[in-house]
């Protein structure tokens, strides 16, 4: 499994920001993690990525743990997370290596993530100059340099016009079947689900209230009403 949760438990004081939440996914699988405000998917996304190392449970991102193995964690994930820290002062291509630096990688590998994420004629250019459409292809770039096996999105299609948005979406899935990279996508845009992802995870209060595919979920009804019916319940 790429990524495995087991009874993730994670308490802000007197509040339970997620409670026993447990799924797996495999390689390879692009998944939808819908939730309203405050139902905890940042703080799971963090808990994954390691920014946050006290809770209950575990989890295993690519087989390593991320409270026993966090660096081997970091190293095989890619992450870009809600606000893009990006320098808007810095070429494109200045960003991206001081990025390689950082992961002490091959500097080809700056082209290939350039081209690979359709930034090649926007290289030149400062990251400040850029719409946020690229802005947000930068920091995709950025992701994918050290050729990570798992994706972590969390809302990268915030503020995007109609364009921008269809443009993100689809090349991150041509990224993920291309190199065959899991994705764990958190948004609050359905159709972004419907449109890209295999399988959808709902949680609401903390607790996991949907897992099924996106065919299946379908069959039944749309994701727009199962997510208002499933998290208006008291």
Known sequence: M?????????????????SKISFSIKRGEIVGFLGPNGAGKSTLIKILTTYISSFEGNAWVNNYSVIEDKIKVQQSVGYLPEHNPLYPELYVKEFLNFNADIYKIDKNQIEKVIIQTGLKKEAHKKIGELSKGYRQRVGLASALLHQPKVLILDEPTTGLDPNQLIEIRELVKKVAKEANITVLFSTHIMQEVEAIC?????????????????????????????????????
Do not use: M, P, W
Request: aromatic residues 4%.
């Open 2 to 18: 790429s990524i495995r949760v087991e009874n993730i438990t994670k308490q802000y004081g007197e509040q339970t920001a997620l």
């Open 198 to 234: 295999d399988r959808v995870i709902i949680i609401n209060n903390g607790v996991l209230i949907h897992d099924k595919s996106i065919s299946d979920t379908l069959k039944v009804t749309s994701l727009e009403t199962l997510f208002t019916e499933l998290t208006n319940q008291k």
